[in-house]
């Protein structure tokens, strides 16, 4: 599940905790989650989320491939912090 190649840049998601990665997003899947997330710092590249996030993102429009990524790392747990990285880059 994810981006598909050709789509220009991707940004892979990681499960901060285990630093398993959970899928890759496109530009405007990412663009998405910043403009509905907090941004700690313009170099903060985690976020916070929960069953509550998926909801509102869900009532906000958001891209069913999103949220089929998201929810499906969240799974059963009661939240999580997920980090990004633009493919290339080095690990935050």
């Known amino acids: 599940m994810g981006a598909l190649e050709g789509e220009g840049t991707m940004i892979r998601l990681y499960d901060k905790a285990t630093n398993e990665e959970i899928g890759t997003l ?10 509905q997330l907090e941004e700690e710092s313009t ?10 996030t998926l909801t509102a993102f869900r009532e906000r429009g958001a ?15 009661k939240d999580m912090d997920i980090r990004w990285e633009r493919e290339g880059e080095s690990p935050a």
């Open 63 to 77: 891209d069913r491939e999103l949220l089929g990524l998201l929810g499906a790392a969240l799974g059963t747990r």
């Open 26 to 35: 496109t530009e405007e899947q990412f663009q998405f989650l910043q403009d």
């Open 43 to 52: 170099t903060d590249t985690d976020y916070y989320i929960n069953h509550a």
